[in-house]
C-alpha cells in the first residue's frame, strides 16, 4: 500500500521551539505508541474562556499544507491557519499534578486565562 506524497512545508523553530523537557516527554510517548517518527500536532481552535485554545495530540506525521517544524529532535506539525496564533513559541512540559501537561507559551497572546488552555491574540 503505497501512500501519496503529502504536500507540507518545513518550518523552523521561529514558529515553535520545542524545550528539553517537552522534547523528552514527546519522544517517550511517541516511541510507547510505537511510531517513533510521529510528531505532535498543534492546532488553534475555537472556544476556551479567551476565545482561542490550543488542541494538542499525537500524528503519524504532516498532512496537507501543514508546517512540520523539526526542534530538539521531535517533529511538530501545525496548519497554515494555527501557524499565524502560534508563531515564535515554546512548547514545554510540565509533571505539575494540577496544571501538568504540555504547555505553550506564546508571545502573540494578549489575554490568557488562569488554566492556561486558552488565549486572545
Known amino acids: 500500500m503505497s501512500a501519496a506524497a503529502v504536500n507540507y512545508k518545513v518550518g523552523n523553530e521561529k514558529l515553535v521551539r520545542v524545550l ?3 522534547s523528552a516527554h514527546l519522544r517517550g510517548l511517541l516511541t510507547k505508541q510505537g511510531r517513533p517518527e510521529g510528531a505532535l500536532r498543534i492546532a488553534v481552535i475555537g472556544g476556551g474562556c479567551s476565545g482561542l485554545q490550543y488542541k494538542m495530540d499525537l500524528t503519524d506525521g504532516p ?4 508546517i512540520m517544524v523539526p526542534s530538539n529532535g521531535v517533529n511538530v506539525v501545525i496548519d497554515p ?16 499534578l494540577q496544571q501538568g501537561g504540555f ?4 508571545p502573540n497572546a494578549v489575554v490568557t486565562c488562569s488554566c492556561g488552555e486558552s488565549f486572545a491574540a
Open 103 to 106: 504547555k505553550v507559551s506564546n
Open 81 to 96: 491557519k494555527s501557524a499565524l496564533f502560534v508563531s515564535g513559541s515554546e512548547l514545554d512540559w510540565s509533571d505539575d
Open 20 to 22: 528539553d523537557a517537552a
Open 63 to 66: 498532512r496537507d499544507r501543514d
